[in-house]
Structures are given as structure tokens and as C-alpha cells.
């Protein structure tokens, strides 16, 4: 099985209430690879630029992700920077920097071109598009995208999203793109624009998935600290479909593995800041807070009351 | 076994996005034992005022509701009015008019003193103290609060506390109440105030559990159309203890039940207007829905991954 992520390598300065860092390890395909390499063979197409610190990725090489896709060109890194308040559901973006990013034009290796599964993180759906222009028979094909494209390119999403089989967004996303408040009509109406499967990321409060007419719910993880939750729903993309690579399936069941699998895998981001509790996260952690979502979420059968 | 509720009978009028209603059935004594009575054996404690239309009760004393100790005196029933825009999480209070509530001092009756557990409605902590004093030895007492009282009264409420077994409340008041921004915290908080459980209503996200040093969470019922969200919160309580009364333990199985019972019959209040999904509901429909939500939650083990 192999998984290949197209998305950001960047480096964010980011302040919570509970601290701050500057220009560390962050992106779209960094948080997914982290999360998805515990669990498959992940390929990562991208760029950085000179001044990008490669020992960060030491880790990354050590799970084996393939990173001969990341180019590095001259230039400055990607970089956002953002903050939190108490409500750590959404971000205030205070910049965003393309840098390197601008001139982006992402170019598949022979392996890419082959993966069994593809990522298409959240950049330009004109992007996205060349992407899968250039793989060759992908079992199953995911993206993201966010208000910016969803407002300012609409029609290159629309075409994008007729070849997706998972969109994955947040629900303010899925308002937006299907006009829709509720988010179950919305996730309805995105289905229809082509997805098979649309997985709706809600933060603290878990992610639903709708698959034909059924509907799937993965709690978040509860958490008494949550340090930072940037990169959460990219380590939640990389344990989705990490997984379903692993189980190289999309029946019903492996799509609600999947599921609390992307949510398991969030609830360590949300630790730390950055990637340092994905660093070091061990597939022992992982599977024991998978499991401890059955106690949250599972109840027994009841006797027929009339 | 036996459950009674103490709380209001009142008029509601309430506008939504999807349309408006005058002087509709409402109050949490009534919701909750529209619920409960679907499940156990419910009297309800509280006051109307002359002007109050009996008729509307008849669905409550079909399912053999004990209305004896709802008290009739000379004046204007309680009336509430209320708004809500597309978020359908939080109302706007337009008006309260607390009429012959305002004077209400709750007087249980043989049968009322003796019931095997307690709700305690949203009302003056004070009032709610009042009937403890008046029960003989309930095996399951709770209680729902408010920001008004935790705000105005908060000495009286934590003295309460001591007393009660579960605390029912929404997040913003969790919060309120114990000082702490996250949920996880703001419960156990709570539960170090008195309540052995903690029950924290997030609206459209569900509802979590704290029991012990374990949760437990039950998500919302997915629905496309949401008309009224108003008794939601008191028909997941009475939902809660309806089926704790029926099934006559506290163990975590049950707890468990409880909280997915709650939020099964809070999915069919706000279906429709005011009472008029509870009123007609059977438990053919309760049963389905509640069987529905393991295929919404449930998912399969997963063979280790190293």
C-alpha cells in the first residue's frame, strides 16, 4: 500500500493562551505524513525553501516517509502565523507568507504517480487538479480545501471535487461551500457536487462522516489540556486515511476505524505545540487511546421497552 | 419505581428561522415529563395560573403523569419568549414573566416525598432546597442550573450541590459555574462540589458524561431540520432519568443508556414546535432511534498495529 500527500511544508509562529513558538515545524503534509507513517508508507510532494531546517524532518525519515517529492528551492519556507483564544476551535490568522509556496508546481515522481492512495491538502484546487492529472489509477482519492478557495475559485473546486471520492472540511467549510446551515444538509449537498464519502471536522467537538445515506460520528478525544490544536486536522486526515491504506478497503467498517483513528491521532497534536507530541507518539499510545474510544462512545443493547 | 420533577409549567413563544409560536406548551417540568413518562412513573411538581389551558395536558395524564402536585392558583401562568438565528445552540430571552412563579413554595405530597428520584428543574436553588428537605430518601437525586443562579445565588446553588447526585447543565454554564474554559476540567471541577456525575448538554454536539475518571459521550442525532431547539435540554433529562428510574441502577452500563436515551428523545423535540413531536411519540419510534445511534457510534475492534 502506499499513501502520497500533496500539501504545505511550512513553519508557523503560533500563540495559545497556554505559550508560544516561533517558525516551527508545521504545514499540511507535514502533519499528515507524521500521523499517517505510523501507520503506512507515505510519500510527501511539496517544496521548502533554503532556509528551511532539514533536521527537522529527521524524524519523518525515520518512519520511512518518502521525501525525495519535497523540492527545495531558493527562497524563504512557507510560513504562517496565528493565534488562539480560549476557544481553541478557530484560529486567528495575523499572517501568511506563500514565500516559496507562490511559484509551486507540484511534479509526481514515478512512485507518486503509482500511489494507491492519494491526499490533496488544502492549496489551490488548480493545483490540486494537476495533481491528479498526473497520478495513475489511485484507489481512492481525498482532499481539503478551505473559505479562501472556496470563495475565490469555485468553479476549479467544483471540477476538482467531481474526481474526489472523500472531501474532508471543517463545518464552517461545508456551510460555505454547499450553503447550507445544517451541517447534515450540508455534508448532503457536498456529496452531491461528487464526493462518495464527506467527512465534516467539528474540533473539540469530534467529526461526522457521511457515507451514502448513513452517518458516522468520531467524538474528539477528551482533553483537560489542549495546548495547541494547529495541525489537527491534518494529523486527523493522516490517521484517516493512514489507516484505510493500511486496511486498503473503504468498506463501512474501515471508514469508521478510520474515523476515531483520525480523531486518536488529533487528540496527541493538540497536546503540544507543533509536532512535538507526534515526534515522539508511539503506535502502543496510539492503539491504547483508540481502544479507550469504545468506553466513551459504546453502550450496550437495551430490552424492548413498550 | 417512581421520578419526580419539579420545575415550570409555562406559555411559551418562540420564533426560529423556520417559524414562530404563541403561548405554545412549554416549561421544564413538562418536557421533562413527556419524556420520562414514556419510560417510568412521573409526578410533576409546579404551579399554573388560571389562565393556564389545561387541555394541553391531556397527552401527560394518557401516559398516567401524576399531576396532583401541580398547584392551580389565581393569576397568570409563566411565560417565556424567545428567539433563535441559524444557530440553533443558543437562544435569545426576549422576556420572562415569572406571574404566580414568582410566589411558587413547592409542597410535596406521600406520594411525591417517597419517589425513588429526584429532578430538580432549573428553578431557585433555594426552591430546590426546599423540596430536598421534603423527600424521605430518594436513591437518585439531580438537579439542572442556570447562569442567573450561579451568578445570583451561587451560595445556595453550591449548597445544593453537596446534596445531589447528578448535575445536569450546558457547557456555558459548566463553565460558569466551576471558573474553567475547558469541559473536561469544568466537569471534574463540578464533580469535586458534590454531584458523583456530571452531565454537560452541548447542544447539536451532543452531550458528555463524566463519571468517576471516565467519560462518556453521545453525540447528537444527526438531523437535517432542526425547527425548535427550546426543551431540548429538559427532554434529554428527562430521557436520562426516565430510563436510570426504569432500569432502577446508577451502574456505568446503565449511566451509559441513560445518556443516549437522553439524547434520543432531545432528536424528536426539536423536530417539531413546542411539544408536538413528544406529544405523539411512541416508543416503536424511541426504540428504532435509539438503536440507530450504535451504528452511528459503534465500530470495530482493530487487530494490533506495531
Known amino acids: ?53 532539514i533536521e527537522e524532518l529527521a524524524f519523518l525519515r525515520d518512519r520511512r516517509v518518502r521525501l525525495e517529492g ?22 486567528q490568522t495575523l499572517d501568511t507568507q506563500l514565500n516559496v509556496f507562490e511559484t509551486f508546481d507540484p511534479k509526481l515522481d514515478e512512485w507518486a504517480r503509482k500511489a494507491d492512495r492519494i491526499f490533496l491538502g488544502n492549496i489551490d484546487p488548480e493545483l490540486q487538479l494537476r495533481v491528479l492529472d498526473q497520478v495513475q489509477n489511485p484507489k481512492l482519492v481525498a482532499a481539503d480545501t478551505m473559505n479562501f478557495w472556496i470563495s475565490g475559485k469555485r468553479a476549479k473546486l467544483l471540477e476538482l471535487l467531481k474526481r474526489v471520492d472523500v472531501l474532508l472540511v471543517n463545518d464552517g467549510e461545508a456551510r460555505q461551500l454547499s450553503g447550507e446551515a445544517n451541517v ?25 462522516l457521511l457515507h451514502g445515506a448513513e452517518t458516522f460520528h468520531a467524538p474528539a478525544f477528551p482533553l483537560a489540556d489542549v495546548l495547541d490544536p494547529t495541525g489537527a486536522g491534518d494529523t486527523f486526515a493522516g490517521g484517516f486515511l493512514g489507516l484505510l491504506d493500511r486496511l486498503n478497503t473503504t468498506d463501512v467498517g474501515a471508514l469508521k476505524q478510520a474515523l ?17 507530541r507526534l515526534r515522539e507518539l508511539s503506535m502502543v499510545e496510539v492503539m491504547a487511546r483508540f481502544g479507550s474510544f469504545r468506553a466513551l462512545t459504546h453502550f450496550d443493547d437495551l430490552d424492548a421497552i413498550s
Do not use: H
Open 1 to 53: 500500500m502506499s499513501l502520497l500527500v500533496v500539501g504545505s511544508v511550512a513553519l508557523d509562529s503560533v500563540e495559545t493562551p497556554f505559550g508560544a513558538r516561533d517558525n516551527a515545524l508545521g504545514g499540511s503534509a507535514t502533519y499528515f505524513s507524521a500521523a499517517a507513517s505510523l501507520l503506512t508508507e507515505v510519500g510527501v510532494v511539496g517544496v521548502i525553501g533554503d532556509d528551511f531546517p
Open 70 to 91: 519535497l523540492e527545495k528551492v531558493s527562497g524563504r519556507t512557507f510560513r504562517w502565523k496565528g493565534k488562539y483564544g480560549f476557544d481553541l476551535n478557530s484560529a
Open 184 to 208: 447534515l444538509k450540508a455534508a448532503r449537498a457536498i456529496a452531491k457536487m461528487g464526493p462518495k464519502y464527506v467527512v465534516v471536522k467539528r474540533g473539540e467537538y469530534g467529526a461526522l
Open 260 to 276: 476515531v483513528m483520525g480523531s486518536t491521532l488529533a487528540s496527541f497534536t493538540v497536546e503540544q505545540f507543533s509536532m512535538d
